[in-house]
């Protein structure tokens, strides 16, 4: 089964930066294509951006393009979100997920962790 377990979030300023993290365990990593969604509040949860299996190709949302990196370390098991300019409407929930291989859904979810962007 897998578990993902999120860090790094907290208070930041606008203009500042952050760099979430989201530790996978319980099956090989390099399988996985991983995402990145945040929440906020009374809001839908929102897709930010994504890493794939394998070559590691990055997509993201337009909002966060030019200020968002996403990348991973296999040997780690980890993957990373670095948000820099960060914004106030930046602020939510971040979650990470994983889907298997070429699967269209995210099948496993972490807990998230709360980010927050004041002005």
């Known amino acids: 089964q897998v578990q993902l377990v999120e860090s790094g979030g907290g208070l930041v300023q606008a203009g500042g930066s952050l760099r979430l993290s989201c530790a996978f365990s319980?099956?090989?990593?390099?399988?996985?294509?991983m995402g990145w969604f945040r929440q906020a509040p009374g809001k839908e949860r929102e897709f930010v951006g994504a890493?794939?299996?394998?070559?590691?190709?990055?997509n993201y949302v337009d909002s966060v393009k030019g200020r968002f990196t996403i990348s991973r370390d296999n040997a780690k098991n980890t993957v990373y979100l670095q948000m820099n300019s960060l914004k106030p409407e930046d602020t939510a929930v971040y979650y990470c997920?994983?889907?298997?291989?070429?699967?269209?859904?995210?099948?496993?979810w972490g807990q998230g962790t709360q980010v927050t962007v004041s002005s």
């Open positions: 997920a994983a889907r298997v291989l070429q699967s269209a859904a995210y099948d496993y």
């Open positions: 890493i794939s299996w394998g070559f590691g190709r990055t």
């Open positions: 319980g099956r090989t990593f390099s399988n996985y294509g």
